[in-house]
Nanobody
Framework: RLVASGGGLVQTGESLRLSCAAS????????MGWFRQAPGKEREITAA????????YYGDSVKGRFTISRENAKNLVTLQMNDLNPEDTAVYSC?????????????????WGQGTQVTVSS
């Protein structure tokens, strides 16, 4: 089970840190990803990380502002989001893939957590 937390309401330019905690499953050998979906839009990948944390991927719209990381000893993946803007408003979900390397397509993920709402006001 994946549980995402850390969402909330912030103003433009502020930061949030999302966490994805895994229970009942060791995610040390899973690639992980964060996706987001805004109302009326398709789900898009925000960031992804390989099993060891050595390789990461970012969507174009968040490069330079978001950072994905993982602490395998804690079964935890985090998404640090800086310099937020209203276009970042969405429901953010974490996902786990049985693959080891970075996975950028939602089709490559096997397990999904519930989403956490991020709202950025202007």
């Amino acid at each position: 089970r994946l549980v995402a937390s850390g969402g909330g309401l912030v103003q433009t330019g502020e930061s949030l840190r999302l966490s994805c905690a895994a229970s009942g499953r060791n995610i040390n050998t899973y690639a992980m990803g964060w996706f987001r979906q805004a109302p009326g839009k398709e789900r898009e990948i925000t960031a992804a990380i390989n099993w060891s944390g050595e390789r990461v991927y970012y969507g174009d719209s968040v490069k330079g502002r978001f950072t994905i990381s993982r602490e395998n000893a804690k079964n935890l993946v985090t998404l640090q989001m800086n310099d937020l803007n209203p276009e970042d408003t969405a429901v953010y979900s974490c996902a786990a893939s049985r693959q080891l390397d970075v996975v950028t397509s939602s089709n490559g993920y096997n397990y999904w957590g519930q989403g956490t709402q991020v709202t950025v006001s202007s």
